[in-house]
């Protein structure tokens, strides 16, 4: 199975707002990714900081504000500043009181949209 990488998530720019001083971008961002048949690449899911709708690529702040599809089972996503990537953490298959542990290569997301916040340049 073929690995996700950042050309398999979509990315459609919701609402983008320039503020502050100095100007900085806020865009509210839907990524949709995973079909079930593609894997889960060691150390995350590289994103795009242009594709955000940050003209620059810098990313200040990112944050996963709501998920849709696959919610049930679906994994925890948080986005990794120093590899930019967006990270998946899924609960533990072992004991009652499980806890969330980095996907492995072999898992293959079902399809999800995730809604997020990007702010920067």
């Known amino acids: 199975m073929a690995a996700l990488n950042a050309a398999s998530i979509a990315y459609a720019i919701q609402n983008i707002v320039l503020d502050g001083l100095p100007p900085r971008y806020h865009s509210v961002v839907d990524l949709t990714l995973g079909d079930g048949s593609s894997t889960y690449p060691a ?72 809604r997020c916040e990007a702010i920067g340049y």
């Open 43 to 114: 150390g995350g899911v590289p994103i795009t900081a242009t594709s955000l709708g940050l003209p620059q690529g810098q990313i200040i702040s990112f944050a996963v504000l709501e998920q849709t599809g696959g919610v049930v089972t679906a994994p925890v996503a948080n986005y990794n500043p120093t590899a930019n990537k967006l990270q998946f953490f899924v609960a533990s298959t072992s004991g009652t009181n499980q806890h969330l542990t980095e996907a492995t290569t072999a898992y293959a997301p079902a399809a999800m949209t995730l």
